[in-house]
């Protein structure tokens, strides 16, 4: 057997918010006949990374259009392989959420969701040469052209693709991460790649004989990707923090560990609401390793690797069933966090019974995460119908930020409002010291049935609030029924690193990044909207937007912010349901259409 | 991409193949002295008995870690979860349609891909990247309103070592379902009323216990941890 490692990166059009693709596996065929049948029994499969059975995923390929992305790393015979196929789910391919058109009236509503119909099989094949040797990594990177989605000829029916896959270049994309692992006891522990501070796994592989282990993550333009690096298994933790690959850049050095075989011990706790003393459930948990002993988790997670992570259950306590002890000089910390709460990170004293010491409960290791609350009502114009009832999220951030910091829902019934109650973090802002948050209120809607990602109904937005001294008079958000509005333009010059915001009264709303500039190479896609951006913001509102470049931690604003108003679409007379929702005067809104904002300069 | 925050949900819709198998009455340890039947079943063993409709099933999966919350409702009741990929959810006896609503709540880019299933039928299929996005999914047509919290709110929380091959037959009032599936995994019970339980036992390969927490209406009733154990309350 041999490691054959697959990846996926794309350069849609951003003339749509979602083109989205169901996964089923990706497969390999030694037969140099490029019409050898889908029955062949000599197909070798890689599966979708569901870490839980057999299954699927549903992947939006505007995910792609700047970065490579991993799909999976599988097990396969160690051959000469001819043909490669993306193997789509049969009976529903994928969905596509089009921006609103140009067209005044347009034929087609937009910011919905619609599933899509391929002209062709949904087994998607090329032939390419394959070489999966004995030993080492094979790298697969696959560019999947959705080519131009066509749109149904009545609302509500499918978007028609005829996708095609072509094998890229794994280079500038992907960038080798290698090394050895000493001490490992048996082939069976995991290296794992995370995004530098978070846990988010971006890829894992099985240590080999020798525990030696090659990876190719994705690089982005600089400045680059972080990752922090862990060994795991049955073996102790060893951790590598805050290496960075940049495109087109040469690989890092070799990196080497060193593991101990060794027996853990079940280290617990209780994560504790700081205002209401009860249990928090679905808080996340995670162990923590710095690189080196100067690292203090505390006080920052630069340099600290998450190496496990759990969730609390319905009593709001949490297990970690056996964690081995830390390398020398290195202690663990453990890190409890949930949106609206403050995350708290403590020092773990490790021992047959692990305790945190500066936590509430001397005997394991406890968490008090402390919260405001914040309290309003939420109200729908017009009011649902009877029998019927409006979801409404709610979202936190810190003053003019994108990072979500509370999070709530409210069913609002045919009364038409409802109270809400938002718990947010007591400290937002720690550099900054500035605790104040925006409010977003979004109903969320369904398009002749089915639900949609982007509101039919205005955004409601409440900036910095303070939440210590909420407003007088209450927090009181409305939505009214609109229908949807699109605002699309190009940034000139762009690059992986421009960003285009959208902002409301000063709350940043959404976030795009601009339609890829360079084509993949040996790409048989082109951009059709290479220097594209595009939002679904609801209509009836004047939001601003400005370009953003991201090549540092802190994206930085360019030019200056765009004044823009997104005009209600005029009201249409049904003989049925309206389709969306019912505005205030009983009407259905119409088909929404593109407004343009003029072109954002480097 | 970050733009897709702000709204309600996808609906693709798919097919596809959940975990191993599931079915509406069980075969290995027979129903437990009770009866019914499912037409959506690859299972069978059971006989007489109304109908039991065929378990929806909802599969987290993506970027392994991705944290997210999500609401499962029927016509009779709704049920409010937190959890981190992988995850699958199975929710036996409920009464469609059934609609999810899942928000991705990772603070960095990580993939939410969300599969809900009817028996072994994928329904729909969403995804988002995003943190704060919500998507949506039915099985069984559109809900007209998320249902209020259930009269009796019964789950099992089932962990243990990802992949970990399990078997489970859940008991109530008179109906009965088996699954067998990997760990982890959440089910909810609709309906429930009087006394239920369920047995879990390891099977295909042992990469540690299992453990299962029989939640009631918010409060841990009871625990069970091994390689084959029952687990069983009753609502108040």
Redesign the interface.
């Known amino acids: 057997m041999g490691a054959l490692e697959i990846g996926f990166i794309d350069s849609p059009s951003n003339g749509f918010?979602?083109i989205?693709l169901?996964i089923?596996s990706v497969r390999l065929n030694p037969s140099t006949n490029p019409a050898v049948p889908d029955t062949d029994p000599n197909w070798v499969t890689v599966s979708?990374?569901?870490?839980?059975?057999?299954?699927?995923?549903?992947?939006?390929l505007?995910?792609f259009?700047n970065n490579a992305v991993v799909f999976n790393i599988g097990q396969v015979t160690a051959q000469n392989y001819n043909q490669v196929e993306v193997v789509i789910?049969?009976?529903?391919p994928?969905?596509v959420?089009p921006s609103c058109s140009a067209a005044k009236p347009a034929a087609q509503e937009g910011?919905i969701?619609a599933?899509v119909a391929f002209t062709g099989s949904t087994n998607l094949r090329t032939t390419s040469p394959v070489s999966v040797p004995f030993t080492g990594l094979t790298t697969l990177l696959l560019d999947i052209n959705p080519g131009t989605p066509v749109p149904p000829a009545s609302p509500g029916g499918k978007y028609t693709l005829n996708p095609s896959i072509s094998v890229a270049p794994v280079s500038p994309f992907l960038i080798p991460v290698s090394g050895t692992v000493a001490g490992v006891p048996a082939t069976g522990d995991i290296i794992s790649a995370?995004?530098t501070g978070?846990?988010?796994?971006?890829a894992?592989a099985q240590l080999t004989t020798g525990g030696n282990f090659t990876m190719q993550l994705p690089a982005a333009e600089p400045p680059g990707t972080t990752y922090d690096l862990f060994v795991s298994g049955s073996s102790t933790f060893a951790v590598k923090s805050g290496i960075t690959l940049i495109r087109g850049g040469s690989a890092p050095p070799a990196q080497s560990f060193t593991v101990l075989t060794a027996s853990g011990v079940a280290l617990t706790g209780a994560v504790i609401d700081g205002r209401t003393k009860g249990a928090l459930?679905?808080?996340?948990v995670s162990l923590l390793l710095p690189a080196s002993s100067a690292d203090n988790c505390v006080t920052s997670m630069s340099g600290c690797v998450i190496v496990a992570?759990?969730?609390s259950?319905?009593?709001g306590n949490y297990t970690f069933?056996s964690v081995t002890p830390p390398p020398s000089g290195t202690p663990f910390y453990v890190q409890a966090s949930?949106?609206g709460t403050n995350t708290v990170t403590q020092l773990l004293s490790y021992s047959s019974i692990p305790t945190c010491p500066s936590g509430p409960n001397a005997s394991n290791c406890s968490f008090l995460l402390d919260n405001d609350l914040l309290t309003g009502t939420i109200t729908v114009d017009p009011p649902?119908g009877a029998?019927?009832?409006t979801?409404v999220?709610l979202?936190a951030e810190p003053t003019g930020t994108?990072?979500?910091v509370g999070?709530s829902?409210v069913?609002v019934?045919s009364l038409g409002t409802a109270p809400f109650q938002l718990e947010v973090p007591t400290t937002v802002s720690p550099t900054t010291g500035n605790n104040n948050v925006d409010l977003?209120a979004?109903?969320?809607?369904?398009y002749l049935?089915?639900?949609?990602?982007?509101?039919g109904h205005q955004?409601a937005v409440l900036g910095n609030v303070n939440p210590t001294s909420p407003p007088a008079g209450g927090i009181n958000l409305t939505v009214s029924c609109l229908g949807h509005g699109t605002i699309a333009g190009t940034a000139l010059s762009p690059d992986a690193n421009t960003h285009v915001r959208l902002f409301q009264d000063g709350v940043q709303?959404?976030?795009?990044?601009v339609g890829s500039t360079v084509p993949i190479p040996g790409s048989t896609a082109t951009p059709a909207f290479p220097t594209q951006?595009?939002?679904?913001a609801p209509p009836n509102n004047t939001y601003t937007i400005q370009r953003f470049e991201e090549t540092s931690a802190t994206a930085v604003p360019v030019g200056t912010a765009t004044m823009i108003v997104v005009p209600t679409p005029e009201p249409v007379a049904t003989s049925s349901p309206c389709p969306l929702c019912e505005n205030a005067l009983g009407q259905c809104p119409g088909n929404c259409s593109a407004t343009s904002a003029s072109s954002l300069q480097p | 991409m970050t733009k897709a925050r702000l709204g309600g949900g996808i609906a693709l819709a798919m097919l596809g193949a959940l975990a191993l198998a599931q079915a509406g009455c069980g075969n290995t340890f027979g129903c437990g002295g009770l009866t019914g039947s499912s037409t959506n079943s690859g299972f069978s063993g059971c006989s007489g008995g109304q109908s039991i409709p065929p378990p929806s099933s909802i599969n987290f999966a993506g970027t392994l870690g991705t944290s997210f919350i999500a609401t499962v409702s029927d016509t009779i009741a709704s049920y409010s979860f937190r959890g981190n990929v992988p995850l699958k959810v199975v929710y036996v006896n409920n009464k469609p349609p059934v609609l999810i609503l899942a928000t991705n709540l990772s603070p960095s880019p990580s993939l939410l891909s969300v599969q809900a299933l009817s028996g072994f039928t994928t329904t729909q299929l969403a995804s988002t990247s995003t943190q704060g996005s919500t998507i949506s999914l039915s099985v069984g047509g559109p809900l007209p309103a998320l249902a209020g919290p259930a009269a009796c709110d019964v789950r099992f929380v089932v962990s243990g070592p990802i992949n970990q091959n399990y078997e489970a037959l859940l008991e109530q009032n008179n109906n009965a379902y088996e699954n067998l599936t990997t760990a982890p995994t959440l089910y909810l019970v609709g309906g429930a009323s009087g006394n239920v339980d369920g047995v879990f036992t390891e099977v295909l390969g042992f990469f540690g216990p299992i453990k299962a927490d029989l939640v009631i209406n918010g409060v841990l009733a009871d625990t069970g941890l091994g390689n084959s154990f029952t687990v069983k309350s009753g609502c108040p």
Do not use: K, R, W
Not at chain 1, 442 to 446: C, P, V
Not at chain 1, 509 to 513: A, E, N, R
């Open positions: 918010q979602s989205a169901n089923v979708a990374p569901s870490g839980a059975g057999p299954g699927e995923l549903s992947v939006n505007l995910d259009q789910d049969a009976t529903q994928g969905m959420i910011c969701t599933n995370e995004l978070t846990n988010s796994i971006v894992s459930t679905g808080a996340t992570t759990t969730t259950d319905s009593a069933p949930i949106p649902p029998g019927t009832n979801v999220t979202l994108g990072n979500l999070f829902q069913t019934t977003i979004s109903a969320q809607d369904a049935g089915v639900g949609t990602q982007f509101s955004l709303l959404m976030d795009s990044t951006y595009s939002f679904c």
